[in-house]
């Protein structure tokens, strides 16, 4: 069974969403403090965090901050904080989704089991990594090695969280060809475009590009993504 931690002070939500989430199958601890969060997770073998990012005892942003400092754990930003400034905070401290409030739980529900899902199949993928026909791409001094799921670029090591990385791979695996906003949804986050945010793929392409520092990946106006370096198989 899939493990959920839930941060979120406001008792009546908290109970509400746990309530959906183990209907759905899944073990929910539910924490109301940063301080108990931590508790959690030192504790418990969590596949998925949720979390507010107003908490009474501190910031979630710097929650999931320590998070990222220790794993690649699934994280999504649940909060009031509407603004696009707010929502690049949210991704730039390794978020994997940001939902705003109000919200609907059957959303919410949908990108959970999207991301358990991916989270299966990369587990898959690892437990058979000896079938892949390549193990390897390069790009322009970007390596992606799929024996362990690292990143370097020009030989210096790049954390990026999973969801960067296979959105990297999806760009790599495809290099040279037009990828629309929906196929990278589709692929990346394993959801349509009706229940993410417009600034979703366009954040977290920039913030790839960044991390990289290539110019590699180009938006193609009203059409998608592509990376266009020559990419090398082994």
Request: with cysteine; net charge negative; proline share 1%.
């Amino acid at each position: 069974m899939k493990t959920i931690l839930l941060v979120e002070d406001d008792k009546s939500l908290n109970r509400g969403i746990s309530f959906k989430l183990h209907n759905e199958g899944y073990s929910v601890f539910s924490a109301f403090s940063v301080g108990e969060a931590k508790n959690f997770y030192r504790n418990e073998n969590i596949d998925l965090i949720i979390s507010d990012i107003t908490l009474p005892d501190g910031d979630g942003l710097n929650f999931g901050q320590w998070v990222r400092s220790k794993s690649d754990v699934y994280l999504i930003y649940l909060t009031a904080l509407d603004s696009e400034i707010d929502i690049v905070n949210g991704y730039d401290m390794g978020a994997d989704d940001y939902i705003t409030k109000p919200f609907s739980v059957n959303i919410l529900t949908s990108k959970v089991n999207a991301l358990m899902r991916r989270l299966e199949e990369k587990e898959s993928g690892e437990s058979n990594s000896e079938s892949l026909a390549y193990k390897i791409l390069t790009s322009e001094g970007i390596e992606v090695n799929m024996y362990d799921m690292s990143v370097t670029a020009n030989g210096k090591s790049i954390n990026l969280s999973k969801t960067e990385l296979m959105l990297l791979i999806y760009l790599m695996e495809n290099s040279e060809n037009i990828i629309s906003k929906e196929k990278i949804l589709d692929r990346v986050w394993g959801i349509d475009g009706q229940f993410v945010d417009d600034n979703t793929v366009t954040v977290n392409i920039s913030r790839l590009k960044s991390k990289l520092s290539t110019g590699c990946i180009s938006n193609v106006r009203g059409l998608g993504y592509i990376w266009t370096g020559k990419v090398a198989r082994r």
